[in-house]
């Protein structure tokens, strides 16, 4: 994510496909844990734990989508369409 700063602990970002995926990884081998957002809009929570367990430190992203966005079904290029195309 652009502008990423550890110690903001909120984002909000907007998606051009749906469904959006969050990814993160740890520094210094820490573990990374992540809860997608069930819709969107919605809020993915990102928490990081130290290698050795004595620190976590929990993030939020608010994900919206963008009016043009598209969706991405498994299997399925990116269509122009917004609508799965099972439904098409």
């Known amino acids: 994510m652009s502008g990423f700063d550890a110690a903001k602990t909120s ?29 969107l809009p919605g809020t993915a929570t990102i928490t990081v734990m130290s290698e050795d367990g004595s620190r976590t430190q929990t993030c939020s992203v608010h994900v919206a ?14 269509t122009d369409s917004r609508a799965p195309a099972s439904s098409r």
């Not at 993160?24 to 844990?33: R, S």
């Open 65 to 78: 989508l963008r009016r043009d966005a598209r969706w991405n079904c498994p299997g399925d290029a990116v």
């Open 11 to 39: 984002y909000t970002v907007t998606s051009p496909v749906y469904p959006a995926m969050i990814s993160a990884t740890a520094a210094d081998n820490g573990t990374v844990a992540i809860q997608q957002p069930a819709s």
